[in-house]
């Protein structure tokens, strides 16, 4: 299945496939959201669709889930804040490596967009871990898995 990641300069989404056809949808959602508020000190955004928000640097940062994409859009049209910017950079990077990238670790090994083919909820998990734990850290992954209290997949160093 072809991927396709729009970015703005306030948003950022995957627009193919649709929500709708990707099978771990809101798993995606809460794993990338969950690194996010732990990589930049943010929090929850409290409303309809969620997402995540909180000050960096004292610059203001409220992204609200897509309710037709996975992804994140700014609430505010501010005329320049970095911050933001490097929110909605990891948030591309991680959706990139996500459905971009080949991951692989000990015996587990994905191919790009493996994520929409899975049916079990453990495999999707992998596939998030290694996604997070390659664009940031093991320990990264390994805090926001346990913060939405999901147990970590692997235990040791991923190479690559």
Known sequence: ???EI??????VALQTPTRAQVPWQDLITKVLNAALM???GLGPRFTDKGGVAGAIHGEPIELRNRGDEIGL?????PKENPECKQVLDTYEALLRELFEEELHFAFAKYS???I???SDQG????ILWLAVAYR?????ADVVFQSLRIPPPFRSECPR
């Open 136 to 140: 940031c850290s093991i320990q990264t």
């Open 6 to 11: 729009d970015r703005g300069q306030y948003h």
């Open 123 to 126: 495999e999707a998990g992998k």
């Open 1 to 3: 299945m072809p991927v």
């Open 73 to 77: 859009e700014s609430d505010y049209r």
């Open 112 to 114: 790009p967009g493996a």
């Open 38 to 40: 732990f990589l930049f």
């Open 116 to 118: 929409l083919e899975i």
